[in-house]
């Protein structure tokens, strides 16, 4: 486990409980790497991992890019559907992340505000 020195080193690495926003980060794009084609992610529109990773595969690059081409994330009932609670935008970066290396930010989630 590190300590808080190295931590203040990079202020976007911040602790969540005894793992870092870094290492989560990390974990996760793991697994969408490794995660079957099955894997519902947009629970609103029934979008599976394995239709977004074929979007990717024809080009899209930005979340904008993948709602158009599958429908994800254009829902707005996350907070009833997905388990998590919230809305599939940042599963999406994340999938974009491990497919591509890209981090970019999509701005303003469009399915619920």
Same mark, same amino acid.
């Given at each position: 486990m590190r300590d808080n020195a190295d931590v203040a080193?990079?202020?976007a690495d911040t602790?969540? +409980?005894?793992?870092t926003t870094v290492e989560i980060t990390?974990? $996760?794009i $793991?697994?969408?790497?490794?995660?079957p084609d099955t894997t519902k992610v947009c629970y609103c529109n029934d979008v599976t991992l394995g239709e977004i990773r074929a979007a990717i595969k024809d080009g899209a690059k930005s979340v904008d890019?993948?709602?158009e081409a599958t429908g994800a994330c254009t829902g707005n009932r996350c907070e009833? $559907?997905?388990?998590? +609670? +919230?809305c599939c935008e940042s599963d999406i970066i994340g999938i974009l992340a491990a497919c591509t290396g890209s981090k970019g930010p999509s701005g303003k989630?469009?399915?619920?505000g």
């Open positions: 080193e990079n202020r602790w969540v +409980g005894p793992y990390s974990m $996760l $793991l697994n969408f790497k490794t995660a890019e993948i709602r009833e $559907l997905n388990p998590s +609670g +919230g989630c469009k399915c619920c």
